[in-house]
């Protein structure tokens, strides 16, 4: 909040009284996984793929979706 006297189209809102839900939301934690029971021993044992899309930006090739593929060992994405 401190920070938004600093926006021009903020500073006349009144910031002890101003709420953003969206600010609200967006600092609500999870709390942390547990230990997970499985431990890899060398690179390419496990690995972790996510599939998301369509994303509105259109890239160079078309392409609309990302792949991200990290391994469990080494952490490289």
């Not at 969206?22 to 499985?38: E, Q």
Request: hydrophobic share 35%; aromatic share 12%; with cysteine.
């Amino acid at each position: 909040m401190s920070k938004m006297k600093y926006i021009s189209d903020c500073k006349d809102v009144p910031l002890d009284t101003f709420f953003c839900e969206t600010c609200i939301l967006a600092k609500i934690h999870r709390l942390p996984f547990g230990r997970s029971s499985i431990s890899t021993k060398s690179p390419f044992e496990l690995i972790h793929m996510d599939l998301w899309g369509p994303y509105r930006t259109v890239n160079l090739n078309g392409a609309q979706y990302f792949v991200t593929i990290a391994d469990d060992f080494t952490r490289n994405t």
